[in-house]
């Protein structure tokens, strides 16, 4: 047995297949369309090919509109985020600082991220194919409404923990020493070629003096 959705256009209902409508007869169209009539369980007594579409037409605009403001307010401040992890950490340390944040962004990024995100969508899924020993395949109907909740939950409770973080970085952030805000005045190397400086002073003031 296989998923051949079916949709009652009137009610929005999709049905597994035309043999659970209780369709008896099929027809195409002139395009190609194919569909079922004489249906006992639908009030209208037709059916279509395929799944019921959303009822809301722009919900892909919306969706579409959404996502791309995501991606440009997440990389505008792509560079900002760099520059937080190298002043975080001492001079010295920004090489392999910034090496075992890649170590870790990748590990945490790879590894449980594809394992949390699959349990989810798998554990949505209202009709699996099963074959004839018991196995499960693929599947073939999600919950799609309660799906995408979830996703979106999980997506923005890791955006809070990585702003939390973001932020203990700016309040432990290490205060500089008030002698290191100080100017310091630059090295001198004397050179026996030249005259130094204080003693080219010393000699200009006896000169005015004598």
């Known amino acids: 047995e296989f998923y051949s959705p079916v949709c009652d256009r009137e009610t929005g209902t999709t ?3 035309p043999c659970y409508a ?5 027809s195409k169209t002139w ?8 249906c ?3 009030p209208a007594g037709r059916v279509s090919e395929g799944e019921c579409g959303s009822t809301c037409p722009d919900i892909m605009a919306v969706s579409l509109a959404l996502t791309t403001m995501q991606q440009i307010i997440f990389y505008a ?11 975080i950490v001492d001079e010295g340390d920004r090489t392999i600082a910034q090496g075992f944040r890649q170590c870790v962004r990748k590990a945490l990024g790879t590894i449980p991220s594809p394992l949390l995100f699959g349990w ?16 499960l395949g693929n599947c073939w109907v999600y919950d799609t409404q309660e799906m995408v909740t979830w996703l979106c939950v999980v997506q923005v409770v ?5 702003s939390a973080c973001y932020y203990l970085c700016w309040v432990y952030y290490p205060t500089k020493r008030k002698e290191d805000r100080k100017v310091k005045t630059p ?9 130094s400086y204080s003693s080219l002073m010393s000699t200009s003031d006896i000169s005015e003096n004598s």
Do not use: A, M
């Not at 209780?22 to 099929?26: A, D, F, L, M, Y």
């Not at 989810?120 to 196995?135: A, F, L, P, R, Y």
């Not at 890791?158 to 990585?162: F, P, Q, W």
């Open 77 to 87: 401040g792509f560079v900002s985020l760099n520059v937080v992890f190298q002043r």
């Open 158 to 162: 890791l955006r809070i923990l990585s």
């Open 120 to 135: 989810i969508i798998d554990n949505h899924c209202t009709i699996w194919k099963t074959s004839v020993e018991g196995q």
């Open 31 to 38: 395009r190609g369309d194919q569909y079922w009539s004489q």
């Open 15 to 17: 049905y597994f297949s």
């Open 40 to 42: 006992v369980c639908v």
């Open 22 to 26: 209780g369709c008896t007869e099929s």
């Open 187 to 195: 090295l001198i190397i004397q050179n026996s070629k030249y005259p």
